[in-house]
């Protein structure tokens, strides 16, 4: 029998700042969203959006585009700091391409 190894290149990454906790509820959440704009977000984020609002009465979500979009923006300090100070509970982040 032929045996293969195979090495994996990508070695491993430590965590050093885990994401946040869960919302135990979005009961009078306000939630927003930061999109790369990739993989047909323009259909899909608005959809998320209607359906939030349709399964969880008195949530409030911002509008699609309420942050700068796209893989250029979302990283930044300043797409950041404008999170922050919006007051959002959380935020969704998407769409993965």
Known sequence: MTRLEFYDPSGTLEVTVP????????KGK????VS??????????PMLKGLLEKDF????????DAFPQGNG???????????????????I???AA
């Not at 306000?30 to 969203?33: D, H």
């Open 73 to 91: 923006l979302i990283g930044n300090e300043e797409t950041a700091a404008l999170v922050k100070r919006s007051g959002v509970d959380a935020v």
């Open 93 to 95: 982040v998407g769409n």
């Open 30 to 33: 306000r939630i927003g969203f």
């Open 36 to 45: 790369n704009e990739q993989w047909q977000a323009y259909r899909m984020l």
């Open 19 to 26: 994401h946040a906790p869960r919302l135990a509820s979005l």
């Open 57 to 64: 009465p008195g949530i409030e979500v911002l509008p699609v």
